[in-house]
């Protein structure tokens, strides 16, 4: 298995451009979790997914944020328009319900300049 | 009620040494309390979990302690070597309805082993 893929590695984007991140989930896991990571603010779950309905949203930190799960492999994560305070590392992690661990993929590295 | 208070920051030991990093919540519905292991670059990985219901799990080096009256837990890690540096993360969970945990994270200690 290839574990929780996440694409890109690295963004550095101007701020006010749409950035999408993607993430594939580890097969048969049905639940799939965003998590962004600051020095500051440390890990913050932003939204999570259970077989691919979008259970809660309360992290989004804006109506710039918005995430898509359109099925059970593909996940996307979108800011619109982005700004500096965007940056940080944007991590995607899967489970199988009932199944306590998580396991996270390697993550996005955002940059807005 | 929804925090979980995780100390030291970062924490330097020396190698064969024990170390210990401390998370305290609140909220005495959490249920689940994971313990993640961060490498630089990587996500976090599961490192070893606990119940309420049990005071301590060991898993190798490492150990848990789980105070429920007090509401603290903690990771111990025996023998520490310099490829336990790292950034480790507790984490809380209440129990859910929908069967998908959702996890608070602490804010996380920096393990540095010296050689």
């Known amino acids: 298995d290839a574990g929780v893929i996440q694409s890109p590695r690295h963004e550095v984007t101007e701020m006010g451009q749409e950035v999408t991140l993607r993430c594939k989930p580890i097969?048969?896991?049905?639940?799939l979790f965003w998590y962004r990571q600051t020095m500051m603010r440390g890990l913050e779950l932003l939204i999570y997914?259970?077989?691919?309905?979008?259970?809660?949203d309360s992290g989004m930190p804006e109506d710039r944020f918005s995430a898509k799960m359109p099925n059970a492999s593909f996940s996307t994560l979108k800011i619109q328009p982005s700004e500096p305070r965007d940056s940080a590392v944007y991590f995607c992690?899967?489970?199988?319900?009932?199944?306590?661990?998580?396991?996270f993929g390697s993550g996005t590295r955002l940059t807005v300049v | 009620q929804q925090q979980v208070k995780q100390s030291p920051q970062f924490l330097i030991v020396q190698k064969g040494g024990i170390s210990i990093i401390n998370c305290a919540y609140e909220?005495?519905?959490?249920?689940?309390f994971p313990w993640y292991q961060q490498f630089p670059g990587k996500g976090p990985a599961l490192l070893i979990a606990?119940?309420?219901?049990?005071s301590e799990k060991k898993e190798g080096r490492f150990t848990i302690s789980f105070n429920k009256s007090a509401k603290q837990f903690s990771l111990h890690i025996m023998d520490s070597q310099p490829g336990d540096s790292a950034t480790y993360f507790c984490?809380?969970?209440?129990?859910?309805?929908?069967?998908?945990?959702?996890?608070?994270f602490g804010t996380g200690t920096r393990l540095k082993v010296l050689a």
């Open positions: 992690a899967s489970s199988f319900s009932s199944n306590y661990g998580y396991t």
């Open positions: 097969s048969g896991h049905n639940s």
């Open positions: 606990i119940r309420p219901d049990v």
């Open positions: 984490a809380a969970s209440p129990p859910t309805t929908s069967g998908t945990y959702k996890y608070i």
């Open positions: 997914f259970n077989n691919n309905v979008p259970i809660d």
């Open positions: 909220n005495t519905a959490f249920d689940y």
